[in-house]
């Protein structure tokens, strides 16, 4: 397996597969052909289909100015769902093309290169593999990370955790209409500045991470810099249950890293073993997998073992198993931002369960990983961010 770092990047919103990763694949290909004049950037499928309203056109033109993008929504037999065909000229003469996918939370494959740039740091691939070593060594898995990532990651996961709380603050003092068209009002500083009357303690818990949660995903929304994690359309869940056990439970900083170090390693067995796309394999594996990380995280902060650590990552995936990708409009708005606040809240149920019951399960979390991709692979194309079924059909029907 990769770095965790590469599960956590920060970028512009609203869309990992379809901004962070189509600027950054246009980065790299302009940087191989300094001498051309001009690029034409296809894309296909679900860049097709919501690129438009995901932001696309604008990734690609920030990094490189001019270029023109089409939209090839007829092409099929797609090698990814995330497709797009870079050609650079000079004049009339083609210098080069390149096959670059965006596979998911913001990270690239060229066609016939070898993965993206990111080094190989685990031997490992599968959870089991890491929970036995950890047995075998008596290490909690943040203690394994450390040891394999190198002293590097914290200063790195310290910089994601910044990033992670501008967002909430930049996104709860925000208010207006968000872009695209569909007139959907920022709500993070009401939800987080209007207390019901009577409202009990664990009313004010869930609303103040809802708070964040909308804080970080209208941030996303309205293409500021989140971060990824595991993607841009999941960048909410993760940071509003750190954030608060943090401001308001007093969790201290160096054991909020360490949290991010474990929800990194739940992201990037997902990544390796199944998918973070919701392209390729609906929201479960963009919700799902952030819920998943969240649930660790938290058991992590916990100070819970590495089994209850696990099944909490595995029930937190296992209640998103089947979950749609069906934004309106091709925008990373409905259901997406409300979506983040309940994965959150879910997240906690998850540990809490997870905490009594760890002796009992019967589902590892490598199982449920596997679950979510092959359920992901036999889902309905029109359910995987096409904007071509669920709310985003009902919507315009209605
Ligand atoms: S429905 Fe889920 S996977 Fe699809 S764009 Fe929204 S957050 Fe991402």
């Keep these: 397996?990769?770095?965790?770092?590469?599960?956590?990047?920060?970028?512009?919103?609203?869309?990992?597969?379809?901004?962070?990763?189509?600027?950054?694949a246009a980065q790299v290909f302009k940087s191989r052909y300094p001498d051309a004049d001009a690029f034409r950037v296809t894309l296909f499928g679900s860049l097709a289909f919501t690129g438009e309203g995901h932001g696309t056109q604008k990734a690609i033109k920030s990094a490189i100015p001019g270029a023109v993008v089409v939209f090839d929504r007829e092409k099929g037999n797609l090698p990814h769902p995330n497709t797009m065909l870079f050609e650079a000229f000079k004049g009339?003469?083609?210098?080069?093309?390149?096959?670059?996918?965006?596979?998911?939370?913001?990270?690239?494959?060229?066609?016939?290169?070898?993965?993206?740039?990111?080094?190989?740091?685990?031997?490992?691939?599968?959870?089991?593999?890491?929970?036995?070593?950890?047995?075998?060594?008596?290490?909690?898995?943040?203690?394994?990370i450390g040891r394999m990532e190198g002293p590097s990651l914290y200063g790195y996961l310290q910089?994601?955790?910044?990033?992670?709380?501008?967002?909430?603050?930049?996104?709860?003092?925000?208010?207006?209409?968000?872009?695209g068209g569909l007139g959907v009002a920022k709500?993070?500083?009401?939800?987080?500045?209007?207390?019901?009357?009577?409202?009990?303690?664990?009313?004010?818990?869930?609303?103040?991470?809802?708070?964040?949660?909308?804080?970080?995903?209208?941030?996303?929304?309205?293409?500021?810099?989140?971060?990824?994690?595991?993607?841009?359309?999941?960048?909410?869940?993760?940071?509003?249950?750190?954030?608060?056990?943090?401001?308001?439970?007093?969790?201290?900083?160096?054991?909020?890293?360490?949290?991010?170090?474990?929800?990194?390693?739940?992201?990037?067995?997902?990544?390796?073993?199944?998918?973070?796309?919701?392209?390729?394999?609906?929201?479960?594996?963009?919700?799902?997998?952030a819920c998943s990380m969240t649930a660790a995280a938290l058991a992590s902060l916990y100070g819970l073992n590495i089994d209850q650590i696990e099944y909490a990552a595995e029930i937190a995936m296992e209640h998103n198993l089947g979950l749609t990708c069906d934004p309106v409009n091709g925008l990373v708005q409905i259901p997406c931002i409300e979506r983040n606040a309940v994965a959150a809240m879910r997240a906690i149920s998850s540990v809490n369960l997870s905490r009594f019951l760890f002796s009992t399960r019967?589902?590892?979390?490598?199982?449920?990983?596997?679950?979510?991709?092959?359920?992901?692979?036999?889902?309905?194309?029109?359910?995987?961010e096409t904007s071509h079924g669920g709310l985003a059909q009902i919507y315009y029907a209605n």
Excluded at 159 to 179: F, Q, Y
Excluded at 222 to 247: F, K, N, Q, R
Excluded at 362 to 384: C, L, N, Q
Aim: hydrophobic residues 35%; contains cysteine; charged residues 25%.
């Design 187 to 289: 709500k993070a500083k009401i939800l987080f500045e209007k207390r019901c009357y009577n409202e009990s303690a664990d009313v004010t818990m869930n609303r103040i991470i809802a708070a964040y949660a909308y804080a970080v995903s209208e941030e996303n929304a309205d293409e500021h810099i989140v971060v990824t994690a595991p993607t841009c359309g999941s960048c909410g869940v993760l940071p509003s249950v750190m954030y608060y056990m943090h401001s308001e439970r007093g969790f201290p900083e160096d054991e909020i890293l360490d949290a991010l170090a474990v929800a990194g390693m739940i992201g990037n067995v997902i990544r390796t073993n199944a998918s973070i796309s919701g392209a390729e394999c609906g929201c479960q594996a963009e919700i799902g997998s």
């Design 362 to 384: 019967k589902i590892s979390f490598d199982e449920v990983v596997a679950t979510m991709y092959r359920t992901g692979k036999d889902m309905d194309e029109k359910y995987r």
């Design 1 to 24: 397996m990769k770095t965790i770092k590469s599960v956590y990047k920060i970028g512009n919103g609203p869309s990992s597969s379809h901004t962070v990763g189509p600027y950054n």
């Design 92 to 144: 009339s003469t083609l210098l080069g093309s390149n096959y670059i996918y965006s596979v998911g939370g913001g990270s690239i494959r060229i066609e016939n290169e070898e993965s993206d740039d990111e080094k190989e740091v685990y031997p490992q691939k599968y959870f089991s593999e890491i929970l036995k070593i950890c047995h075998d060594r008596s290490l909690n898995l943040a203690q394994f």
């Design 159 to 179: 910089t994601v955790w910044e990033a992670m709380k501008d967002s909430i603050h930049r996104g709860l003092n925000a208010e207006g209409i968000l872009p």
